[in-house]
């Protein structure tokens, strides 16, 4: 029983402490490529210091809307221009729920980035 004890014991050392060998802490060059790698997003991203302008909901064109909203696509930029040539210029960031495809969300997301001046 004591050999058996006594091999057990061994073999087990031997197994946590090539445990600690294979969980070494990285090098300063690969914590240094794994904090530097990104995965694309397909969103724009500003320079750091670069402050994001509002967009103008009455006067931004279709291209504009899309470009500088986020969410919102080619067809829905078309569909807000269009909206405005209707029925007139936006009253209320607001009124932009009543355009097809602008959900509560979309606009809440984007509310800090819609002007109507």
């Known amino acids: ?3 058996i004890s006594a091999l057990l014991f061994v073999l087990l050392s031997t197994v946590s402490i090539s445990g600690i060998a294979v969980s070494a802490p990285k090098t300063e060059a690969a914590q240094s490529a794994a904090a530097t790698a990104v995965k694309p997003t397909g969103e724009t991203v500003k320079p750091i210091g670069e402050v ?13 809307l899309q470009r500088e909203l986020k969410g919102i ?23 932009l729920l009543e355009v097809k495809g602008v959900g509560k969300a979309l606009m809440e ?3 800090a980035m819609l002007s109507l001046e």
Request: aromatic share 4%.
């Open 1 to 3: 029983m004591r050999k």
């Open 109 to 111: 997301r984007n509310r």
């Open 73 to 95: 696509g080619k067809v829905k930029a078309e569909a807000i221009v269009a909206y405005r040539e209707q029925n007139g210029p936006f009253t209320s960031v607001d009124q």
């Open 52 to 64: 994001a302008k509002a967009v103008n909901i009455n006067t931004a064109n279709a291209e504009t």
